[in-house]
């Protein structure tokens, strides 16, 4: 039995020494003793490896033995180095520039210079080179770091020294994470990250947002990039239209392990295009692209940044290349805030043949756990792939320690001391808040500006109210708002108490309930804001907006019952009372203009819309996403955009007699949308299909009718189902309704040709709104305009049936 128990003893410890990881590190230089960042550092045959960080230094976990380490950067011979490793060792390395030659490689100066042929082989070998990979296992590590290098000392009165924690030049790091996962690809398109642990500086019960899938650019893929930097997306170098976008230039060849590999200048036929710059290395015979380091410019189309280069090294796996180094290199230029940065992705043990268990694949793309924020130093000490630069290192120690200091009650006491002052243009234009931090307790003022409006039913109003809000882990909270609204003309006063409870983020579970008066507008999707409805009315003599006023009381709650499926069901109870003009006032009386009444349909007459009736009703609706992709980290799910639409099916059912409820129908609608419909170099459409019929009407009041979102104004915030010229009232419904929305945005395909326009980076966009139900039958309206960021301006011509009823400009603003 001793000598049984001294063999496993000895086995173990044998064990234990065969897997103690040792360190590998140094620095990687040049022959002119400059760093090379970036450096890929793996062990030769295998897909273990790192990669060196900005200044050139490497870390490689190891076991003990005696290894070839080949050290790889684009631009320089690969170097192997045979390494016995027995401790931690450091093992500085000088790299050589690689020499590519033209020797042996006739360039004739009349003929087509031997890249394109290259190229040629490329492309006839991309759909094969993008399939030969069926599925995919890989650890992942990534690393961020934002930084800003210059910026205003004021930016709207605020010291940008201290509110962004910066030194004195007002340079700094903005934000620094890592992280480290599993990432599982199959084809077509199904991914499936784990994340193992994460780390932000100065947040220590952050979850990051890091995810490998944002750093795939896939340039045997014919267009990259699509609805991240632009709309349009960018042609790749051997997509199968290359040479529409394309010239090309051989630089020359060099051997490597015995392979032919070609460096080529991919360049610009016309400098607007959306292409990269830069250079592609692709090995012979098989056409491989085994390197990349191109950029994109402002020129190319891209939003916020002024360039963007991208490095990617790949590394041979089995009869394929697949990426070892993933660089994401940018700066650029914001109101005065300069900043730079890069994102870097290492992918080691590939694992090309793996299989996954059924069901595997979901629309969870990412999964995060509490447990990933939870490694100490030593974890990270032990299993960072790329080693910290100091400027990082003092940023982690320096926040972390701040971070510390700011979730202390002294610390957030003082700070809401401060922040929490009173002030004017608090009061009236952002709106003044009361914050406890410390007990994440929230009051929340509403802002003057917005408060105070005029409409000739209620005359000079005020409508304020109050939010207080308490956080409770996960991303839970509850909130409570009382509101206020009075009219000085028609001495009328409504308030109500709503509460909300978010209780599940996860499954977005949530009660709310509600109780009180308030004056509504008449068109229940609403019609225009109240203060674009006083500026009409005031200045313009011309009031839009309806309105009566709503005595209510409501409960509702949603909750998803499976991926992408939400139901709701709300429950309420009203009296309802029409109400008439009560004031003429106007700043200034505009010839020809004069003020209708409060009932749309009987303009020049004060006459009832419809008399006192209660409402009892009960709304439940299914919203579905199709394939619906999402991200879970313990304080929530967060949805991504998906490629397929949504359908929402509502049934809505008011309820005759039971508590005196004077309403009977039952209204069903179908609608299915869906938003950014990507075509490529052709940018992206957007739709909204909807259909309705009311199968018992028996009882329908004006409040309750089918609205549509009309829009008699200039101005307005943009809406794809909102139409540009159809009134905010009359064509309200109480039978069946079919109404359609298209949208094309060509995202400056035709703008990015004229050298004038090209500069404003305007998108060119048309659109189709379509009506019909019984007394607007055939309503169609077609328009064209431009698009920049927020702002939107179309011109549209309205007709019913084929009668031309209206045109004109229609201008938008927000989101």
Known sequence: MKNIFLTLFLQICTLSLSAQQFKLGGSIKDTDGQSVPFVSVYIKN????????????????????????????????????????????????????????????????????????????????????????????????????????????????????????????????????????????????????????????????????????????????????????????????????????????????????????????????????????GIIYIKDDTWHLVNANVYLTSNSGINLLDTLNISQQFLKTENTYMPSNVNFQFNGNVLGFKFEGYYVGVYSNYNLHPIFPKNYFTGEILKITKAVNEKDSLFWLNNRPIPLTKEESRDYVRKDSVAALKVSKRYLDSLERENNKFGIIKAVVTGYTINNRYAQKYYSFDPLYRSIFYNTVEGFAIKYGVTYTKRLQDRRYYSVRPEFRYGFSNKT?????????????????????????????????????????????????????????????????????????????????????????????????????????NNPFTPDTETPLFPTYKALTVTASLNYTIGQQYITRPDGKFYQGSKYPTINLTYKKG???????????????????????????WGYSSFVVGAGKFINNKTVYYPDAKHFRGNNSLLGQPDLRKFLFLDFYLFSTNRQYVEAHFEHNFSGLLTNKVPMLRKLKLEELVGVSYLSQPIKRNYTEFYFGLQRLIFKATYGFAYDGNKRVNHGFRLFYGF
């Open 493 to 597: 006063l409504t308030g109500n108490l709503s509460a909300n409870y978010y209780y599940n983020p996860i499954k977005r579970g949530n009660i709310s309930m509600s109780a009180g008066s308030g004056i509504y507008d008449l068109n229940n999707l609403g019609s225009m804001s109240l203060l674009a409805n006083s500026v009409n009315s005031l200045f313009f003599e011309t009031n839009f907006s309806k309105f009566y006023k709503k005595e209510f009381a409501n409960i509702g709650t949603s909750r998803e019952l499976a991926n992408g499926l939400l139901a709701t069901v709300l429950v309420d109870y009203s009296r309802n009372t029409n109400l008439v003009n009560t004031t003429t006032f106007k700043v200034k009386d505009l010839k020809g203009e004069t003020f209708t009444s």
């Open 655 to 681: 309820i005759n007699e039971l508590f005196n409820s004077d309403v009977d129908y039952d209204l069903l609608s179908l609608e299915v949308s869906q938003n950014r419909i990507s075509a490529g170099l």
């Open 46 to 277: 295998t897909t273990t490896g790192t990669s060196a960080n900005v200044d050139g230094i490497y870390s490689l976990s190891i076991q003990k033995g005696t290894f070839t380490i080949v050290f790889k950067a684009i631009g320089y011979k690969a170097l192997e180095k045979d390494i016995t490793i027995e401790d931690n060792i450091t093992e500085n390395i000088t790299i050589t520039p690689e020499t590519y030659t033209l020797a042996g490689v006739t360039i004739d100066g009349n003929a087509e210079d031997p890249a394109y042929e290259i190229i040629r082989q490329a492309i006839k070998k991309r759909k094969e080179h993008l399939t030969e990979v069926k599925a995919y296992k890989a650890d992942v590590y990534i690393k961020g770091v934002q930084k800003l290098v210059g910026a205003p000392k004021r930016f709207f009165g605020r010291d940008i020294q201290k509110t962004l924690d910066l030194d004195t030049n007002r340079r700094g790091i903005l934000y620094l994470s890592e992280s480290t996962s599993t990432f599982s690809y199959e084809r077509p398109d199904k991914i499936h990250e784990e994340m193992v642990s994460s780390k932000i500086a100065g947040r220590n019960n952050a979850f990051s947002f890091n995810k490998a899938s944002d750093l795939i650019i896939n340039f045997y893929e014919n267009i990259l990039l699509e609805n991240k930097l632009s709309a349009r997306g960018f042609v790749s170098p051997i997509s199968d239209n290359a040479f529409l976008y394309y010239k090309y230039k051989l630089l020359g060849v060099s051997t490597e392990n015995g392979e032919i590999i070609n460096k080529i200048q991919i360049i610009p036929r016309r400098d607007h295009d959306p292409i990269f710059r």
